[in-house]
């Protein structure tokens, strides 16, 4: 399940990886669905906010592109 580019590159992860994906989705043991939930949490609750304050910073119309696409299905 690997998507490529235009340009025949593949295409890189948002936030989680195609394996976290798999795992939380239920495929694998139970121990590394934990581990892949654990490391995404980290994810959100770390280096998202991180760069959440850079774009406010440096590329407001960044961060509401991206305020747009994760706010997409509350407004429904």
């Known amino acids: 399940m690997s998507a490529s580019t235009p340009f025949g590159m593949a295409r890189?992860?948002?936030?989680?990886?195609?394996?976290?994906?798999?795992?939380?989705?239920g495929e694998g043991e139970d121990q590394r669905r934990y581990e892949a939930v654990s490391r995404v949490r980290s994810?959100?609750?770390d280096e998202?906010?991180?760069?959440?304050?850079l774009l406010a910073e440096h590329h407001p119309d960044l961060l509401d592109e991206l305020?747009?696409?994760v706010c997409e299905n509350d407004e429904e």
């Open 43 to 45: 994810r959100v609750n």
């Open 67 to 69: 305020r747009e696409v």
């Open 12 to 25: 890189t992860r948002a936030l989680i990886t195609e394996t976290e994906r798999r795992l939380i989705a």
């Open 48 to 53: 998202l906010t991180t760069d959440i304050e």
